[in-house]
Nanobody, 126 residues
Framework: QVQLVESGGGLVQAGGSLRLSCVAS????????MGWFRQAPGKERDIVGV????????SYPDSVQGRFTISRDYAKNTVYLQMNSLKPEDTAIYYC???????????????????WGQGTQVTVSS
């Protein structure tokens, strides 16, 4: 059974930083693209970063490009999301997800992800 557990969320002032972690069990992350998503109240769940199965490529939407960095530690079976220069509009529940199929690329979209964590709340105050 695949389980993804996120941690690292919290309350931070605008301009601050947080690092989210996602630890996987029941799945060897090294074969899968991994993604971070976020969902604010009343809004859809959107991608904020994707890393390919090899770790060789990443992609970000314009809204977080240059501020967020996704990375992975194969030895720890963990994926991270470093968030810098946080803004109030970054407030949301953040979810990590594992690719539905092996050897996914950084161009993977929401439908390409099949396993999800329970989410961690990030709140950015102005």
């Amino acid at each position: 059974q695949v389980q993804l557990v996120e941690s690292g969320g919290g309350l931070v002032q605008a301009g601050g930083s947080l690092r989210l972690s996602c630890v996987a069990s029941g799945l060897t992350l090294s074969k899968y693209a991994m993604g971070w998503f976020r969902q604010a109240p009343g809004k859809e769940r959107d991608i904020v970063g994707v890393i390919s199965w090899s770790g060789g490529s990443t992609s970000y939407p314009d809204s977080v490009q240059g501020r967020f960095t996704i990375s992975r530690d194969y030895a720890k079976n963990t994926v991270y999301l470093q968030m810098n220069s946080l803004k109030p509009e970054d407030t949301a529940i953040y979810y990590c997800a594992a690719g539905r199929y092996q050897y996914g690329s950084s161009r993977s979209q929401r439908g390409d992800f099949g396993s999800w964590g329970q989410g961690t709340q990030v709140t950015v105050s102005s």
